[in-house]
């Protein structure tokens, strides 16, 4: 059971504080439900009888904030080169409402935007799974929207220029030298290029 000023997730949405306990008439049936507001000055009804059972929970302490950004600085984990598997795999880690898996869709999903650019369903769902992260650690780290997006964008920059971009440099020993020779411009005895 939760209360009028707790901060709760509710999966697929993100995190925001419960404003209001209301009974409510909704096609004949009476019943309970948090009126929770979300960034954006949004609204949401989720009936209280069902709000565990669809995954609302606490929105995490700080210091388990800090555990999903470290998930942020850590290298993608193997997804399926199949789109559509890659697809309902990633919706089905938002859909739980964990927010690791969360940080873990929004890295590999950076990762894959920075290397070979995604299609617009998965773009949709980064913007999705970012927001999600960014509202609950905002309410986290009492910090601003601003601040923890930024935040998130630098882990997850480190990260790839750790992980990807040095990957991507692989020298052949055999190979070493063989620029210098394409790149050398001759000049004659005087300093002046042939």
Do not use: C
């Not at 925001?16 to 979300?38: C, R, S």
């Not at 949709?124 to 009492?142: D, F, G, P, R, T």
């Not at 990957?167 to 300093?191: A, L, R």
């Amino acid at each position: 059971m939760f209360n009028v000023g707790d901060k709760i997730v509710y999966p697929m949405h993100g995190a925001g504080t419960i404003d209001a306990i209301e009974e409510k008439d909704i096609l004949g049936e009476k019943q309970a439900y948090y009126i929770i507001k979300m960034p954006g000055e949004v609204k949401v009804m989720v009936p209280t009888a069902r709000a565990e059972e669809i995954g609302v929970r606490n929105v995490i302490d700080k210091e388990n904030a800090g555990k999903v950004l470290a998930i942020l600085e850590e290298n993608e984990t193997e997804m399926s080169n199949n789109w559509n598997k890659r697809y309902r795999d990633n919706m089905e880690k938002m859909k739980s409402g964990d927010i690791y898996e969360v940080a873990d869709v929004v890295r590999n999903l950076a990762f894959k935007q920075k290397e070979k650019g995604l299609s617009t369903g998965e773009k949709k769902m980064l913007n999705n799974a970012k927001q999600i992260l960014v509202s609950e650690l905002v309410l986290a780290e009492h910090a601003s929207q601003e601040d923890v997006e930024k935040m998130v964008d630098n882990k997850i920059e480190m990260s790839f220029e750790e992980y990807k971009v040095h990957d991507d440099v692989h020298v052949n020993p055999s190979e070493i030298g063989k620029d210098v020779v394409k790149k050398f411009i001759p000049f004659d005895g005087t300093g002046t290029q042939v």
